[in-house]
């Protein structure tokens, strides 16, 4: 069986195709979980902003411009349904530091698991003193593995302002690691 293009699925879709939105999603369906979870520390929240961008995409499908990248189209919609969401609840500075990514990766041994765990919980820790502007940006950049190219057409804003906040952004978690540390080493002589 032959696979269809993006671009194949989105016009079977205007035709009246519901079936095939499932498919043209099933690629970014985690990953756009992920972004928006990372985004609102909270889960319902996050599973509502997908669920918000997706009803968007469906109604604007027509205006979605064949031969564009589909990912880069539908992360932006994401990414923007989130900004309004943190927007209305003005929570994005009281990120819940608990927060884990959802991750269905490779199975690690105990002791990778833990150190990664480690590392994500101190990274979203961080994430709570970064804008959002610079969240949006350190996910899809480091998170996701976007391009800057990608990250700048999803934010609808050029790659230098890209490359601006993924410095500051990653200054920030950097000086943050620091700091925890500097304060572990000092309660672990203490």
Same mark, same amino acid.
């Given at each position: 069986?032959?696979?269809?293009?993006?671009?194949?699925l989105v016009e079977e879709v205007l035709g009246g195709n519901n079936s095939s939105?499932?498919?043209?999603? *099933?690629?970014?369906?985690?990953?756009?979980? +992920?972004?928006?979870?990372?985004?609102?520390? +909270?889960?319902?929240?996050?599973?509502?902003?997908? *669920?918000?961008?997706?009803?968007?995409?469906?109604?604007?499908?027509?205006?979605?411009?064949?031969?564009?990248?589909?990912?880069?189209?539908?992360?932006?919609?994401? @990414? +923007?349904?989130?900004?309004?969401?943190?927007?209305?609840?003005?929570?994005?500075?009281?990120?819940?530091?608990s927060q884990k990514k959802i991750d269905f990766g490779a199975p690690q041994g105990?002791?990778? *698991?833990?150190?990664?765990?480690?590392?994500?919980?101190?990274?979203?820790?961080?994430?709570?003193?970064?804008?959002?502007?610079?969240?949006? @940006?350190?996910?899809?950049?480091?998170?996701?593995?976007?391009?800057?190219?990608?990250?700048?057409?999803?934010?609808?804003?050029?790659?230098?302002? @890209?490359?601006?906040?993924?410095?500051?952004?990653?200054?920030?978690?950097?000086? *943050?690691f620091e700091r925890i540390n500097f304060t572990v080493k000092k309660e672990v002589?203490?």
């Open positions: 069986m032959e696979m269809k293009s993006e671009d194949e939105f499932e498919v043209l999603l *099933q690629p970014y369906r985690q990953g756009l979980l +992920n972004m928006a979870y990372r985004m609102t520390g +909270n889960l319902e929240e996050a599973k509502e902003v997908c *669920q918000e961008a997706l009803i968007k995409v469906y109604r604007h499908l027509d205006k979605f411009k064949k031969g564009r990248s589909f990912k880069s189209w539908i992360y932006r919609i994401t @990414v +923007n349904s989130a900004y309004d969401s943190l927007r209305k609840k003005k929570r994005y500075e009281d990120l819940v530091e105990p002791e990778k *698991q833990l150190l990664n765990t480690e590392i994500k919980a101190r990274i979203d820790a961080c994430l709570k003193d970064l804008s959002p502007k610079e969240k949006a @940006v350190f996910l899809l950049r480091d998170e996701e593995g976007l391009s800057i190219e990608e990250a700048s057409e999803i934010l609808k804003c050029s790659s230098m302002s @890209v490359r601006t906040h993924l410095s500051r952004a990653r200054k920030k978690i950097r000086e *943050q002589r203490g």
